[in-house]
């Protein structure tokens, strides 16, 4: 039922995790189009199933990165390393999309910035709780904004490949170990 093993990074040990796929929960990322034919398009290019195809995927987005000298907290940010801890197959994103980025950047910084200001700053000087969450959209809206304009400078600064196109040059990417 879509759970698999896999093992712990560092220790050793398996664990069992259900594996959710990113654009399953939020289709409208990527797309109508895109989603429609991602999971389809995984499975016949590389002949096997989705899952394990997004980690060797995965696998080679991270040594692209690595190879480029961009910072591993530039492409494996905390949120998104939360994100594939738990189960969320979310590419890398100098490899997701504009809109992914802008989303994911945004909504995770205004809505961990709006509650720190919030409890530590706001909330003690009696700003309205209404105003307060406007202040935290608008940061979210210009974080994402900036965050998804980098990225994707950055990816074309170190002209690196699409997503889709990871599969074709996989074999001429060495493995990274992992950290």
Known sequence: MGERSRPDVGRGQERTQRSVS???V???????????????SLQTTCGGSAEMNFEKRREVALALLQKTGI????????????????GFDAPPPHFASFFAN?????????TIWGFVMWFALWSPQGM?????AFAAFLAGLYFGLVM???YRYSARKHS???????DRISSSVTSVPKQ
């Open 22 to 24: 990113f654009w399953a």
């Open 26 to 40: 939020v289709p409208w990322l990527e797309g109508p189009r895109e989603f429609r034919n991602f999971e389809t």
């Open 71 to 86: 910072w591993r907290s530039n492409y494996k940010p905390p949120i998104l390393r939360l994100l594939w801890r738990i």
């Open 102 to 110: 802008f989303i994911l950047s945004g909504v995770s910084f205004g």
């Open 128 to 132: 309205p709780f209404s105003r307060a």
């Open 148 to 150: 998804a304009v980098y």
């Open 160 to 166: 690196l490949p699409k997503w889709s196109d990871i």
